[in-house]
């Protein structure tokens, strides 16, 4: 069910700007739509960034993926058990730009036997990477569309990406490849029984929309041309504050912008707060120096005990009896 | 008890998820796989809410009128005190890399053992009831409200996880089930549903001082009965103190090693460590009012686990030690190690640890001011301190069982290498995938170590049983060591069923049957009293010895003739 319903919403989400950005609908869906989603992104990833952090962590608990340091004659692993702030910094960091532990995937065999079997596992790993580093070079890619003069890197970042030098004009490979890993996440949660199970409409919704939004990027690009001149026009009036709509604009271009003012006004809202979430895991960004420092709950409070006293009490005759001393005789 | 299937059919385990939906299939608590509920006794000994007698078999748990809205409100609570929870009910993306790491979905098939759907479990709670979006659109954002039945399902879930932490380790935002699961657990036991197993030796421990409810007396009497054992074995007998005011450091280990075997060889061989020691200074005392390792408070609550740790701290204190050493025990370590120092320190009235014997400073516990048994004679051997025969564990070839706390709460992985490495000869490390940070759990750990859910143990105990049972087929291992109580509890079975004729052992036991003692007799069996098997053949060997140079004297070939088949009879015998 969350399948079809997330792409009719999606299809639905298409059909919205196609038919609506027409004459003043442009207003709309060029300016009033992107202000709002913006706001809403911003205000709404704060909001639940606070949220977090506001939120204390009582207890150092870093799930320790190696040995811990201990003594100079037994090899710590620094990083997937950080005994210090450099190694959660390193650690943070692999988990953030290489998704470290996607990486440790592995996929279990049950044979007749019993004889359980562990195979490596990464393409998962492959096409997560695939997926938000082309997102990050598309996104870094638009910077041409609101920067003016264009910025160095961006010009340097085409023509990697630009690099197979096939078509006119040149085929960008991230477009290529954001699209494709997006299709594979989608398509493994359809074929895998058990990731079949566990999704829900919220999984398949955002891969939905950043399809659609690769897509009509894509045929915004090679088939259905816009002009260029016109976007950037009223994209850098969206970033000065003064927003205008030029003529001549495309409706392919008004779904794109749509679909991508959905997704960000939906981001704060939802799983995709990953994005920010990863660095507020308390299992990830905390050493494991507990009996080294001190780690301090912020709402420790006392609780009820039984004392020695009343421990004694209970027991006092028998524990004579045996030669165990006493407190009281 | 329930029975528990032939391992042949246990192991024909079908992963495939049913057709229908997880929020539409209704929760069926399988005879074999729920525990039995908490006594309202146990719970009157430490003020648990709801004092009653009930079961999860029953339609009717007895909850209280407005459960609901306890749930609920204690949900809200902990949403505001653990960053932890909060995060982890908000980012989950569902990517189902957890989803065969857990050792009871691998054992079980069941789908709401993918660990994502155990979190899932409460997380739709979370949605249905906390967020704007679940309250509308209800299941298709994924929400659900919080009903009787789900109720039930949570309590039948977070009572088949044992807290090991495999999942987060695999998760790509460290997403840690466990932490769910505690704090499930705790939740459930605002309305007074806990496990007979949990709540039993919570109310024990908080009375007397231990899990099983020793008493001061009964402790004194089995470590004097371990003692006689030692004087039988070595001809030594050590006098280790109780309660004693003014020795330098407090020894604290699980009470599972002073109840039953094969824990009680442990407990044997860190009697015979300290007599070893004392001669070189140490000077140690066991405590009968701190005489569990052990929290099962912790799988109660966090306040639970408190009020049951804060004795650790209280009892070194009283006793006026300099610091605390700890035995082989895992949730132990997880909460000495996670939680101790933050939630009952600071230990400001104890030193930092430093060895008597090698003058070590720990400084890797310079707050804590506990250490680690291993630690403590890892530290012994390089130094050379222990006299040791490593060939009197020649009849084991050892493998180690990493316990799920030790290894992911902590990463004390190496130490007990080390150890086992000098005291045994031959050692073998079990597939990389199934030990380390990667390692399988007992089946059985967080207080499921309770035999009427026999069948659900056996499942979740598969993936370490086949790894062990790799190891015992390629290099013939025999011998399953670990250093966790609960482990020298679960794992016995564990290997009758799935993997016989490999034993359960603590790491300390190999240590003592290793170390010489001065002015030991000779020794012929180990510490579980059994022969040694070379014992016959070296007597057989001497007495031939005789017998050859009678021959030798009297000149007689017949003579010879009978030493070899006396030899041949003893091989046979020994083969035995």
Not at chain 1, 67 to 91: C, E, H, L, Y
Not at chain 2, 490 to 518: F, Q, R
Request: net charge negative; glycine share 8%.
């Amino acid at each position: 069910m969350g399948i079809w319903v997330s792409f009719f919403a999606v299809i639905a989400l298409v059909v919205i700007p196609l038919v609506g950005a027409q004459g003043a609908g442009q207003y709309l869906f060029g300016i009033v739509i992107p202000y709002l989603a913006v706001l809403t992104f911003i205000i709404g990833f704060i909001y639940r960034v606070v949220q977090w952090a506001k939120t204390p962590v009582p207890f150092k608990i870093p799930t320790t993926g190696g040995q811990m340091k201990s003594f100079s004659w037994i090899k710590p692993n620094p990083i997937d058990n950080p005994s210090s702030t450099g190694g959660v910094i390193a650690r943070m960091a692999l988990e953030v730009f290489a998704f470290r532990s996607l990486f440790r995937n592995t996929r279990i065999e049950l044979r007749d036997g019993p004889k359980l079997d562990y195979g490596s596992n990464k393409w998962l790993w492959v096409a997560a990477l695939a997926f938000h580093y082309a997102f990050l070079v598309v996104f870094i890619r638009h910077f041409r569309l609101f920067m003016e003069p264009v910025p160095f890197f961006v010009g340097a970042l085409e023509s990697v990406d630009g690099f197979v030098e096939i078509g006119l004009p040149r085929l960008m490979i991230s477009g290529v490849v954001l699209l494709l890993a997006a299709l594979y996440l989608f398509l493994r949660r359809v074929a895998v029984p058990q990731l079949r199970y566990i999704s829900l409409a919220a999984d398949y919704f955002p891969l939905f929309l950043i399809i659609g939004l690769a897509t009509s990027g894509i045929l915004m690009r090679y088939f259905i041309r816009v002009d260029i001149t016109s976007v950037k026009e009223l994209v850098i009036g969206l970033v000065s504050f003064h927003p205008a709509i030029p003529k001549g604009i495309g409706v392919i271009f008004y779904i794109h912008l749509f679909l991508l003012s959905v997704l960000i006004t939906y981001f704060p809202f939802s799983k995709l707060m990953h994005a920010g979430g990863v660095f507020f895991s308390p299992t990830r960004n905390m050493p494991n120096d507990n009996r080294a420092r001190r780690h301090i709950n912020p709402w420790n409070y006392p609780v009820k005990v039984h004392s020695y006293a009343e421990y004694e009490d209970d027991f006092r005759e028998k524990m004579i009896e045996v030669g165990l001393p006493v407190e009281k005789e | 008890m329930a029975k528990v299937a032939p391992p042949e059919e246990l192991a024909k385990v079908d992963h495939t998820p049913p057709k229908k939906g997880w929020m539409d299939m209704p929760v069926e608590l399988k005879e074999g796989r729920w525990c039995y509920g908490s006594k309202p006794k146990d719970h009157e000994v430490t003020g648990l809410p709801n004092p009653r007698a009930w079961s999860p078999g029953d339609e009717d748990w007895k909850l209280p009128e407005n459960w609901q809205e306890i749930f609920l409100e204690g949900m809200r609570e902990r949403l505001d005190k653990f960053r932890s929870f909060r995060l982890f009910m908000d980012i989950c993306v569902r990517c189902g890399a957890c989803a065969d790491k857990c050792h009871f979905f691998i054992g079980s098939g069941d789908p709401k053992n993918m660990p994502v759907l155990r979190a899932e479990l409460l997380r739709s709670v979370y949605r249905g009831e906390f967020t704007t979006a679940g309250k509308v659109l209800g299941k298709l954002a994924g929400g659900r409200k919080l009903t009787y039945d789900v109720f039930k399902e949570l309590f039948y879930y977070f009572f088949q996880c044992t807290e090991c932490r495999r999942c987060s380790l695999y998760c790509p935002y460290g997403i840690d089930t466990a932490e769910i699961t505690i704090i499930g657990r705790e939740l459930l036991n605002l309305l007074g549903c806990n496990i007979d197993w949990i709540a039993g030796p919570v109310a024990n421990c908080y009375r007397t001082g231990n899990h099983l409810g020793i008493q001061p007396h009964a402790y004194h009497s089995m470590i004097e009965f371990f003692c006689e054992e030692i004087e039988e074995i070595t001809g030594i007998l050590p006098e280790p103190s109780l309660n004693r005011k003014g020795a330098e450091i407090l020894f604290i280990t699980p009470s599972g090693d002073i109840f039953a075997d094969p824990g009680t060889f442990t407990a044997m061989g860190y009697i015979m460590l300290f007599h070893y020691l004392e001669g070189l200074g140490l000077d140690i005392t066991w405590s009968t009012y701190a005489s569990e390792g052990g929290n099962f408070g912790s799988f109660t609550s966090h306040e639970m686990m408190k009020r049951l740790n804060s004795k650790m701290y209280a009892e070194a204190k009283r006793l006026g030690v300099k610091y605390i050493i700890g035995g082989e025990c895992g949730h132990m370590w997880r909460v000495c190690n996670q939680y101790m120092d933050t939630m009952t320190g600071p230990a400001d009235f104890l030193e930092v640890p430093k060895s008597p014997i090698t003058g070590t400073v720990f400084e890797n516990a310079k707050s804590h001011k506990m250490l680690h048994i291993c630690e403590f004679t890892a530290d012994l051997i390089k130094h050379g301190k222990l006299n040791l025969d490593p060939s009197r564990n020649d009849q084991y070839k050892v493998t180690f069982h990493d316990s799920c706390n030790p290894s992911r709460g902590m990463g004390f992985l190496d130490e007990p290498r080390y150890i086992i490495n000098n005291v045994c000869n031959s050692f073998f490390d079990m597939p990389i995938n199934t030990i380390r940070e990667q390692t399988f759990c007992c089946g059985g750990g967080s207080g499921l170590n309770t035999d009427e859910i026999m069948d659900l143990r056996m499942r979740g105990g598969l993936p370490r049983a086949n790894a062990v049972k790799y190891v015992h087929e390629k290099h013939g291992v025999n011998l399953l060591s670990c250093i966790c109580a609960i482990d020298r509890a679960t794992l016995p079975p564990m290997m009758e069923y799935w993997v016989p004729d490999v034993e359960v052992s603590g790491v300390h036991e190999l240590v003592a049957n290793a170390l010489i003692l001065e002015g030991e007799t000779k020794r012929t069996m180990n510490l579980r009293a059994e022969e040694f098997p070379w014992v016959e053949e070296e007597e057989v060997e001497e007495a031939a010895a005789e017998v050859i140079l009678e021959a030798a004297d009297e000149g007689v070939e017949e003579a010879a003739e009978e030493v070899a088949d006396e030899e041949a009879a003893g091989e046979a015998e020994g083969e035995e």
